[in-house]
């Protein structure tokens, strides 16, 4: 047994990280969209998803069930390969992006077979993103076709002339750190950003132009607020998706979250130094900062369950505080676990403040209208990203010389 | 057998069979998603050459910005189902005996030169982003800056030609 585990392990331990990694994003997809109800609830004064679970925190569960059970009407004249095809393309692509991702700075050995945190480290992963990204317009375009309706026609539309417009100012503002990193390698990416310096070394700082453009197209790709014109509900219904019911629509759905937490982990390793931790590396301290959080949130979870109004919320509230707590200790009390968790707690920190972003931005801003948002794109954000190219590459001819 | 053979025979299946459904569709959407397979299948064979950045290259220029404009395009129009008209004279006498007079002559330009025809070596330093970008701008930096500037001039051409109504 243990041979067969050695001999295929090159197979067999990509298919188990595959597993888990699919796993955690479909869950955290879950939880994301009840983040998004509680915190936008919040930014307008309501309670938000509360009465499946405490504060709804079983709320994606019942709306999983929901999605599963629901009818899963044919439209009348649909393009038949189209329309089922259309849901897997967008799911699929959007779940193959993220093997590229970076999660953490160990190599680990399983069954004698090296690998990373992370599912495949090829050297030329950024382009291998891009790659993914732009196969993803397909997703929601053919939808919008197949669907025999013209409002999800117009979305697919909006939606192709949308991503191809803001593909460009999106690759071309990463170009100034390709040239800064000189590496196509997400991973590498992220090396070249750990001076020991601390936050004062990562990309953000030379590149704050190419940044800015970068967030701003990557929300207009994963067709957020304020650039959610593909399926702007008081225009065109739902847009490309306005024929798609049951679990159907939650493939979109679920491709729509996670091609965000892809864009906040892109975001986070090319201008943010991935896994590496803000303070310089002599402050030692800051390691214990993971228990530092964990502890008191995870007491107050604790304090706020055992007045919690019914029953179910004051046995699980106090017990998943207990959880967080007893974790925050563990790391206290086993150095070599919390050194392992330096790397991914940083990163999923950071990512975490991006779709924290991407949430309070739907809360507070209005859509744009379709011609400032094409005339935006061309006629401001890709000169931008243009003269951010020109700016970042006289400036390290000059500095060479 | 090695597995590098198996994936070529799986990819140039994919996109030979691809090829043909692309001419057998009858509808320009579904021919244009068959078109899409055969570029994605030509990456995967790049690859399998070891020329990763022309592999992600092929993907992000062919399968994501030029398939998206002729999806584009064809939505746009509201291209129907094509229509079937009978066979033009012209293709029955002079189309079928050339097709395989072409045929004839690859295979038997294959099977002559099949002994002494070296196989594509599988060479990741050469074909590298930085090798191939030197390249690029030291030994073939003419043909580079020709082919920037005949896109240039179309690029202009297409905007005199949009322009034209106004």
């Known amino acids: ?401 | 057998m090695s597995a590098s053979l198996v994936i070529f025979f799986l990819l140039a299946a994919l996109a030979v069979m691809a090829a043909i459904s692309l001419i057998a569709q009858r509808h320009p959407i579904h021919s244009a998603l068959s078109l899409i397979v055969v570029m994605v299948a030509l990456a995967g064979l790049y690859l399998l050459m070891g020329a990763e950045f022309v592999a992600a290259v092929q993907i992000i220029v062919y399968g994501g910005a030029i398939m998206v404009l002729f999806i584009f395009v064809i939505m746009l129009l509201n291209a129907e189902a094509e229509e079937r008209t009978n066979f033009s004279k012209l293709a029955t006498y002079a189309g079928i005996p050339l097709a395989l007079a072409i045929a004839g002559f690859i295979a038997a330009a294959i099977a002559r030169s099949s002994g002494s025809l070296p196989a594509a070596e599988p060479s990741g330093a050469l074909t590298s982003t930085k090798t191939l970008s030197m390249l690029l701008f030291s030994d073939f930096v003419y043909p580079f800056e020709l082919t920037s500037f005949l896109i240039l001039v179309a690029i202009l051409g297409a905007i005199v030609l949009a322009q034209r109504e106004n």
């Open chain 1, 1 to 401: 047994m243990s041979d067969f585990l050695t001999k295929y392990a090159f197979l067999i331990v990509p298919i188990l990280k595959v597993v888990i990694l699919v796993f955690i994003v479909l869950t955290v997809d879950a939880y994301l969209t009840w983040l998004e109800r509680k915190v936008i609830a919040h930014i307008q004064a309501r309670w938000g998803p509360h009465r499946v679970g405490p504060h709804g925190l079983l709320q994606p569960l019942a709306d999983g069930v929901k999605f599963i059970f629901k009818e899963d009407p044919l439209p009348a004249n649909v393009d038949k390969v189209a329309y089922f095809l259309a849901p897997f393309i967008a799911l699929m692509l959007a779940l193959t992006s993220l093997a590229v991702i970076p999660f953490g700075p160990q190599k680990f050995t399983i069954f004698g077979y090296e690998t990373h945190v992370g599912i495949a480290d090829v050297n030329i992963s950024l382009l291998v993103l891009f790659a993914i990204t732009a196969l993803g317009v397909y997703g929601v375009a053919l939808a919008g076709w197949a669907s025999n309706n013209k409002y999800s026609l117009l979305g697919g539309l909006r939606s192709s002339a949308q991503m191809i417009s803001y593909e460009l100012t999106l690759t071309l503002s990463v170009v100034g750190v390709l040239l800064l990193a000189g590496d196509f390698s997400l991973r590498g990416i992220v090396e070249h950003q750990s001076a020991g310096k601390g936050v004062l070394s990562w990309y953000v700082f030379p590149q704050i132009i190419g940044f800015l453009c970068f967030y701003i197209a990557a929300i207009a790709e994963t067709n957020r607020v304020p650039f959610d014109l593909p399926e702007a509900e008081s225009e065109l219904v739902a847009g490309f998706h306005t024929e798609y019911a049951s679990m159907k629509f939650a493939m979109f759905f679920i491709a729509e979250y996670t091609s965000m937490i892809t864009v906040s982990c892109l975001a986070t390793i090319l201008f943010f130094g991935g896994w590496l931790s803000p303070f310089p590396d002599s402050w030692t301290f800051t390691h214990y900062l993971p228990s530092a959080l964990l502890i008191p949130f995870g007491l107050w979870v604790v304090f706020d369950g055992i007045r919690y109004e019914n029953l179910f919320g004051r046995i699980m509230l106090p017990g998943v505080g207990s959880a967080l707590a007893v974790i925050g200790f563990a790391l206290i009390v086993f150095p070599t676990l919390n050194a392992i968790i330096q790397g991914p707690f940083w990163f999923l920190a950071k990512v975490f403040t991006f779709l924290f972003v991407y949430i309070w931005m739907r809360g507070t801003l209005p859509r744009f209208r379709y011609d400032q948002l094409m005339s935006f794109g061309w006629k401001f954000l890709l000169p931008v990203s243009i003269a951010n190219v020109v700016l970042t590459s006289v400036v390290i001819l000059w500095r060479m010389h």
